[in-house]
Antibody, heavy 125, light 105 residues
Framework: QIQLVQSGPELKKPGESVKISCKAS????????MHWVKQAPGKGLKWMGW????????TYADDFKGRFVFSLEASASTANLQISNLKNEDTATYFC??????????????????WGQGVMVTVSS | DTVLTQSPALAVSPGERVTISCRAS??????MHWYQQKPGQQPTLLIY???NLESGVPARFSGSGSGTDFTLTIDPVEADDTATYYC????????FGGGTKLELK
């Protein structure tokens, strides 16, 4: 069965860095893009961007340019999110989500069909 | 960015029918999807492309709409449906609605 398994919770100080992982199984990793979504405590879902798992090219939403890096270990079917120079406002749960699709004969139509369990990152001095 | 607007909360009794709405700031055709998120868990896909029921999701859930106005319907509501429901569009860069928290009386 298809699974996205993320790494464990992190407690960091402001200014530190964190790297969280998302290991995929049950499908061909390079056939589907991987997206990242942030959820601050008690808040809604915010799209961060995505990585092309075939080429490794990342694309970042405007609010996540600069300190955020998406990367791959394709041989291990793993996508990573690294956040540098952590700030208090980075305290959140970070989800990876597979960009699934439906092909209607003409177009590929996309949506998030599988999600990781989330990683809680706490930034506190 | 396409802004999605949802009502923040609803309270219904088990066995009733509930509709959760989502309005988009511009037309997204039928590229609207619905997710359920229970406390402490990841979101799970309920409805994709406005009206398609994801495999394994109970037939009590249904979706409708196109353009700017969309609806998720649960009929009948069960106690296990207590959760927050999010709409999400993929017409352009993904955005989510603010979520509708469904509580049971």
């Amino acid at each position: 069965q298809i699974q996205l398994v993320q790494s464990g919770p992190e407690l960091k100080k402001p200014g530190e860095s964190v790297k969280i992982s998302c290991k995929a199984s049950g499908y061909t990793f390079t056939d589907y893009a991987m997206h990242w979504v942030k959820q601050a405590p008690g808040k809604g879902l915010k799209w961060m961007g995505w990585i092309n798992t075939y080429t490794g090219k990342p694309t970042y939403a405007d609010d996540f340019k600069g300190r955020f890096v998406f990367s791959l270990e394709a041989s291990a079917s793993t996508a990573n999110l690294q956040i540098s120079n952590l700030k208090n406002e980075d305290t959140a749960t970070y989800f990876c989500a597979r960009w699934g699709y439906y092909y209607d004969g003409t177009y590929y139509l996309y949506y998030f069909d599988y999600w990781g369990q989330g990683v809680m990152v706490t930034v506190s001095s | 960015d396409t802004v999605l607007t949802q009502s923040p909360a609803l309270a219904v009794s088990p066995g009733e029918r509930v509709t959760i709405s989502c309005r988009a700031s511009e037309s997204v055709s039928t590229l609207m999807h619905w997710y359920q998120q229970k406390p402490g868990q990841q979101p799970t896909l309920l409805i994709y492309l406005a009206s398609n029921l994801e495999s394994g999701v109970p037939a009590r859930f249904s979706g409708s709409g196109s353009g700017t106005d969309f609806t998720l319907t649960i009929d009948p509501v069960e106690a296990d449906d207590t959760a927050t429901y999010y709409c999400q569009q993929s017409w352009n860069d993904p955005t989510f609605g603010g979520g509708t928290k469904l509580e049971l009386k």
